[in-house]
Each structure stands twice: as structure tokens, then as C-alpha cells.
């Protein structure tokens, strides 16, 4: 049973350039979230999807956005990339249909490095 | 306003001792749950510990162990007889548990724990 999964591992941008990270959820997940964890923080919330839907969205600007597909996997996109937006990026999934909301499974993480 | 506060940046210890990671939480609401996590330096957060607002029973897990008061809004976790392996950052976080599934998890800031051989 594969946990979650992100892709790529490591990352690096330019500034103003644009990235997508992709996220596929644990085995009978269908809720994904998203998080940001600057070097020497803790995680912080971005979005959540679900539904193919966004559900909830924490304080970060619009220049970052996602997608949930059919298969429940998820992106996230970041325009216009600066180099505060270097960090730790760690996808998290969980079960809305199975009620065990609480539990949120993380994956690896994406590395971004903006330069 | 939900606020988890790990006051503790780095502790390091000696093996064998044993250490105690303290976390205050802020929420208004009556049901949350509670959480702690490792990170390793490959970066995945590895889930310890959930308890909900409910249950104030303290929790012992081998060397781990935990100590929820609600009283004092808090929520410790003692490693007991350290070992060089439990270092790690440790992240203390609360969610409160809302109508829909997976509300958001809101992190201290960690704690960086390292055990000296």
C-alpha cells in the first residue's frame, strides 16, 4: 500500500518562473493538502482540495494555486516565483469518505529552491 | 485564533537522559485534536501521537509519553532514556475538528532535539 507520493524531490527556479508540484495521495485517500515549510519553520498551511474543489485556504497569495484531478492526485502551481518562495513543500492526504479526517498521512516533500 | 507554541527552539541532551518538549496551544473551540510529529533530516514528517480534545488521559508509548492538560492548555512529550537516533526536529500541532474532514493543522515552530552519544 503506497503512502503518499510528491514529485519532483528537489527543485530549482528562477525568479519569475513558474512551478508545478504534483502530489498523489495515500490508497483511498481522497482529500489532499498542502503545505509550506520555510527552513527552520514549521509547516504552514496552504490550500486544501477535495472534490476536485478547493476547500480551504490559508493565508498565502493567489500566485498559488492547485488542482485536484479525477484520481484524487493534486498539483500545485506557483507563478511568478521570489525566493521567499524557497522551502519544504509537503502534500498531506486523508479521508473525508471514510470520516477519519484527523488522520493526515504527509508525503516526502518537494524541495524548492528559488534563485 | 488557533496558535501552537513550542517556546523551546533546541534542546540537546545526553543519551540516556531523559527530555521533555514542551507545547502550548490557543484555540477556541471545544473539540480539536492534538498532535505531535518527528521530522528527520531527510525532511518527512513521521505522525507520533493524536489525542482529541476529550481525552486527557496521558499516553505512554515505550520511551514516549505524553501529558495533556487542558488546564494549562498544554501538551509535553518526554522522551525517556534518549537515544542518539531520537534526533530530530519535533513539531507540536493542533486541528480543530470542524464540520468537514481534514480541517487544517496549525504547527509550532519545533523544536530541534539532539542526543549527544
Known amino acids: 500500500d503506497a503512502g503518499v507520493t510528491q514529485s519532483p524531490t528537489h527543485l530549482i527556479k528562477t525568479r519569475g518562473q513558474q512551478v508545478t508540484l504534483r502530489c498523489s495521495p495515500k490508497s483511498g485517500h481522497d482529500t489532499v493538502s498542502w503545505y509550506q515549510q520555510a527552513l527552520g519553520q514549521g509547516p504552514q498551511f496552504i490550500f486544501q482540495?477535495?472534490?476536485?474543489?478547493?476547500?480551504q485556504r490559508g493565508n498565502f497569495p493567489d500566485r498559488f494555486s492547485g488542482h485536484q484531478f479525477p484520481n484524487y492526485s493534486s498539483e500545485l502551481n506557483v507563478n511568478a516565483l521570489l525566493l521567499g518562495d524557497s522551502a519544504l513543500y509537503l502534500c498531506?492526504?486523508?479521508?473525508?469518505?471514510?470520516?477519519?479526517?484527523?488522520?493526515?498521512?504527509f508525503g516526502p516533500g518537494t524541495r524548492l529552491t528559488v534563485t | 485564533a488557533q496558535k501552537v507554541t513550542q517556546a523551546q527552539t533546541e534542546i540537546s541532551v545526553v543519551e540516556k537522559e531523559d527530555v521533555t518538549l514542551d507545547c502550548v496551544y490557543e484555540t477556541r473551540d471545544t473539540t480539536y485534536y492534538l498532535f505531535w510529529y518527528k521530522q528527520p533530516p531527510s525532511g518527512e514528517l513521521v505522525f507520533l501521537i493524536r489525542r482529541n480534545s476529550f481525552d486527557e488521559q496521558n499516553e505512554i508509548s515505550g520511551r514516549y509519553s505524553w501529558n495533556f492538560q487542558k488546564s494549562t492548555s498544554s501538551f509535553n512529550f518526554t522522551i525517556t532514556a534518549s537515544q542518539v537516533v531520537d534526533s530530530a526536529v519535533y513539531f507540536c500541532?493542533?486541528?480543530?475538528?470542524?464540520?468537514?474532514?481534514?480541517?487544517?493543522?496549525?504547527f509550532g515552530s519545533g523544536t530541534r532535539l539532539s542526543i549527544r552519544p
Open positions: 500541532a493542533l486541528s480543530e475538528a470542524g464540520y468537514s474532514s481534514a480541517s487544517k493543522i496549525i
Open positions: 498531506a492526504s486523508s479521508s473525508e469518505l471514510a470520516g477519519t479526517f484527523y488522520e493526515q498521512y
Open positions: 482540495y477535495y472534490e476536485e474543489e478547493e476547500r
